[in-house]
């Protein structure tokens, strides 16, 4: 993956999926996943067992995830 990328986060748990541009800062998948919990937290929405959330990265979305919304952070 490089820095500018497009990529989503999607999960079976998640209601929507999830869109991003990758940044410099961005060096694993948990600062990913610690960008998207803060996105959670500033829109008021608690996240206290984020961390069980399985979340999956891709360029692409799976056929199964296609009709969810996608919300871009």
């Known amino acids: 993956m490089k ?5 989503y986060l999607y999960g ?3 209601s929507q999926n999830f869109e991003t541009t990758l940044k ?3 060096t694993c998948l948990a600062i ?5 919990k803060s996105y959670f937290q500033n ?5 206290p067992h984020f961390h069980i959330l399985d979340v999956s ?5 799976p ?3 296609l009709k969810k919304e996608i919300v871009k952070f």
Request: aromatic share 0%.
């Open 57 to 61: 990265v891709s360029d692409r979305l």
């Open 32 to 36: 990913i996943c610690e960008r998207l």
């Open 24 to 26: 410099e800062t961005d």
């Open 12 to 14: 079976n748990q998640l």
């Open 3 to 7: 820095v500018g990328e497009k990529i």
């Open 43 to 47: 829109k008021g929405i608690d996240t």
């Open 63 to 65: 056929k199964k995830h």
